[in-house]
């Protein structure tokens, strides 16, 4: 979250516990803190430095990574504000010993990871324009060829990347790939991103190996929306919705 889109890191956060997370902590900025303290009673929430335009300041990173050592699943993204604090961020989550999935503005400046190696490969949840920073193309590019580019961000970052879409596909490094293409129009609403984060968050902290994390996640994500679109319509729900159809679903 940030001072400006607190909203994000609620939205995550409840998707999270929703699938299933025993325990949560909301690491944010301080004026952001309370609020969501409030908002979000069953979670520990630590309010870390801002800096001027309502993002981490430098500062507040050592305290995430101090924070990043003490859990086993890691959501990092929604709401935060791009700035140069994210790349470091990123860097400091993927050395960390968690399950880690990335989105948004945490992925604008991610490097390839090299040599380094991970006891579980990362999650990442880019949008096309962020697929197309991850791989330094235009973003017309993704647009023509979204699974091809999806596969090469894989091989690229050694990671399992979600190609959003009218039809999702998951993708890993090797090449392997699966498509869903259930869900409905309405989870293009604002926020959606965030709360499929958040399951993500909430199948990594049960234990779920990454692959079947996203996988479960973007089916129950999408089957939320199909069931939001009988009982509402095909649009016009809205995201913080849809996190409350999930415990229904997970037995399924």
């Given at each position: 979250?940030?001072?400006?889109?607190?909203?994000?890191?609620?939205?995550?956060a409840?998707?999270?516990?929703r699938?299933?997370a025993?325990?949560l902590r909301?690491?944010t900025?301080e004026?952001?803190?309370v609020?969501l303290?409030?908002a979000m009673?069953?979670a520990?929430?630590?309010g870390?430095?801002?800096?001027?335009d309502g993002?981490f300041?430098?500062?507040?990173?050592e305290r995430?990574?101090e924070?990043?050592?003490?859990?086993?699943?890691?959501?990092?993204?929604?709401?935060?504000?791009?700035?140069?604090s994210?790349?470091?961020i990123a860097?400091?989550?993927?050395?960390?010993e968690?399950?880690v999935?990335?989105?948004?503005a945490?992925?604008?400046?991610l490097?390839?990871?090299?040599e380094?190696?991970?006891?579980s490969?990362?999650?990442?949840?880019?949008?096309?324009?962020?697929?197309?920073?991850l791989?330094?193309c235009a973003?017309?590019?993704?647009?023509?060829d979204?699974?091809?580019?999806?596969?090469?961000a894989?091989?690229?970052?050694?990671?399992?990347?979600?190609?959003k879409?009218?039809?999702?596909h998951?993708?890993t490094?090797?090449?392997?790939?699966?498509?869903?293409?259930?869900?409905?129009?309405?989870?293009?609403?604002?926020g959606?991103?965030?709360?499929?984060a958040g399951?993500?968050?909430g199948?990594?902290?049960?234990g779920a190996?990454?692959?079947n994390?996203l996988?479960?996640s973007?089916?129950?994500?999408?089957?939320?929306?199909?069931?939001?679109?009988q009982k509402v319509g095909?649009?016009?729900?809205?995201?913080?919705e849809i996190?409350?159809?999930?415990?229904?679903?997970?037995?399924?």
């Amino acid at each position: 979250g940030s001072r400006d889109v607190p909203g994000g890191a609620l939205l995550a956060a409840t998707a999270a516990m929703r699938a299933g997370a025993g325990k949560l902590r909301i690491a944010t900025v301080e004026s952001a803190a309370v609020a969501l303290g409030i908002a979000m009673p069953e979670a520990m929430v630590i309010g870390l430095p801002q800096a001027e335009d309502g993002g981490f300041a430098d500062t507040a990173v050592e305290r995430i990574e101090e924070l990043a050592a003490e859990v086993d699943a890691i959501v990092a993204g929604p709401g935060v504000k791009q700035s140069h604090s994210c790349k470091r961020i990123a860097d400091l989550l993927l050395r960390s010993e968690a399950a880690v999935a990335l989105d948004v503005a945490l992925l604008e400046t991610l490097d390839p990871p090299g040599e380094r190696e991970r006891r579980s490969m990362p999650v990442l949840l880019p949008n096309a324009d962020e697929l197309a920073s991850l791989l330094g193309c235009a973003p017309e590019h993704v647009e023509d060829d979204p699974l091809g580019c999806g596969v090469s961000a894989a091989k690229l970052y050694r990671s399992i990347v979600l190609v959003k879409g009218v039809a999702s596909h998951v993708v890993t490094p090797t090449g392997e790939c699966w498509r869903y293409d259930g869900g409905a129009p309405g989870l293009g609403v604002s926020g959606s991103g965030d709360v499929l984060a958040g399951i993500v968050g909430g199948l990594l902290a049960r234990g779920a190996e990454p692959l079947n994390a996203l996988l479960w996640s973007v089916w129950l994500h999408g089957e939320a929306g199909a069931r939001l679109a009988q009982k509402v319509g095909p649009i016009g729900f809205l995201a913080r919705e849809i996190a409350d159809e999930i415990p229904l679903l997970l037995p399924r």
